[in-house]
């Protein structure tokens, strides 16, 4: 690797091996290649238990004396950028303005999906409810015709009863027509025997 990035903290300060990997790179003469990222600690610190910086780094004095990137200090995203621009040795404003732009686009991006689906939902809420609108009249149209049916068959079971009824008195008025005719015949032929009896008594009475 071009460059050595190392994790500087107490811990990693304290590891053989990280102080190792960094003298062997120092070893090959490649110093200035060494990014310390510093995450927690300080370096050169007067309290052993804060120091951050392994004992290879604290090696290097004078114009080698390396001056780590501190999260803590500049944020987590802006160390990172200073990492990268070190590495393409490139002006740390320029990138860091060309992240903002890029977070910013990103930003509007989230946003613009967030609205958006803010309004998909909007939109699956506002047809749910038109449905249920809409089902709600259906079924409130239902309830009505199913009322007026119900009446109806009401009215036809009411005039058939009337009906029925004015079949049955006129069965009756039918029936009472009949017996007088059939009493009128029995007056009739009463009569008839009488009038017979009474021609033979005006026979009888010539005689």
């Not at 950028?81 to 989230?110: C, G, N, P, T, Y």
Request: hydrophobic share 40%.
């Amino acid at each position: 690797s071009k460059f050595l990035i190392v994790i500087c903290s107490p811990r990693a300060a304290k590891s053989p091996l990280v102080c190792k990997e960094v003298q062997e790179f120092i070893d090959l003469g490649r110093e200035e290649y060494i990014i310390p990222f510093i995450i927690d600690g300080e370096p050169y610190s007067k309290d052993a238990g804060k120091e951050c910086f392994p004992k290879a780094l604290k090696s290097l004095a004078g114009e080698k004396e390396l001056l780590g990137i501190n999260i803590n200090e500049n944020g987590r995203e802006s160390a990172a950028v200073k990492v990268i621009a070190h590495m393409f040795d490139v002006r740390f404003d320029s990138l860091w303005q060309r992240f903002q732009k890029e977070e910013k686009r990103k930003r509007r991006f989230i946003i613009s999906g967030l609205i958006g689906g803010v309004l998909f939902l909007l939109g699956v809420i506002v047809t749910i409810a038109w449905f249920l609108y809409q089902q709600r009249l259906t079924n409130q149209e239902l309830d009505r015709r199913n009322v007026q049916i119900e009446q109806q068959n009401k009215d036809l079971d009411a005039k058939s009863d009337s009906i029925s009824n004015a079949n049955i008195a006129l069965q009756e008025a039918k029936d009472s027509i009949q017996k007088k005719e059939t009493d009128l015949q029995v007056a009739y032929n009463d009569l008839a025997r009488t009038k017979s009896s009474l021609a033979q008594s005006n026979i009888d009475l010539r005689n």
